[in-house]
């Protein structure tokens, strides 16, 4: 049974061949470069309400040219300042996140997916992936036997890293 694996219809790896002697693992990350803008948005954010809250040296500054009263005195800024909060611990969270956890994950005989179309991870077995392309430049898409399709985006992945690892990497049908 031959499978393949088709970037804009080039194959790149098949299935079929064994290599028991070879430890079978891949990792693949996002570019942490490209992790950098969501990093010092996240931090600002959280600084901002940080700072608010505890009437630190930018609340001194904004009071300098704002009327501003003590923190908590208006409701509606109190709750825009933990807002912001949240959401600068959010940002910080989901980029840290990003840094550490592959987007695609292969060990021995399972393959594990960030997608967007489930929330937690995805784990299939290898030989279960009759197709793998590039769909909209920035998806990956696996197709498995059992009609399920999956995308991860990798924008901030080497494609050619990508199509490099699956080619030289030998996978195997389960008999």
């Given amino acids: 049974m031959s499978n393949q694996y ?5 194959t790149i790896a098949k299935l079929g061949y064994s290599d028991s002697l070879r430890e ?5 990350y996002r570019d ?19 700072d608010n809250i505890i009437t630190g040296p930018f609340r001194q500054l904004m009071i300098k040219y704002f009327r501003l009263g003590d923190f908590g005195s208006n409701a509606r800024e109190e709750y825009l300042y933990y807002l912001l909060l949240f959401f600068g611990l959010l940002q910080l969270l989901i ?3 990003s840094a550490f956890q592959p987007v695609i994950e292969i060990i021995d005989t399972k393959v594990i997916l960030r997608t967007k179309e489930k929330t937690l991870s995805v784990i299939k077995n290898t030989f279960d992936i009759i197709n793998l ?15 399920e399709v999956y995308n ?6 080497s494609i050619k890293e990508i199509q490099k690892e699956f080619t030289s990497f030998n996978f195997y049908e389960e008999e």
Avoid: I
């Fill in 6 to 10: 088709n970037f804009h219809t080039k």
């Fill in 24 to 28: 079978k693992y891949m990792k693949f």
């Fill in 32 to 50: 942490r470069s490209s992790l950098f803008l969501p990093l010092l948005r996240g931090s600002a954010l959280t600084y901002v309400g940080v």
């Fill in 95 to 97: 980029t840290l996140q």
């Fill in 133 to 147: 392309e590039v769909v909209e430049s920035n998806y990956l898409q696996f197709s498995f036997r059992n009609g």
């Fill in 152 to 157: 991860v985006q990798v924008d901030d992945v």
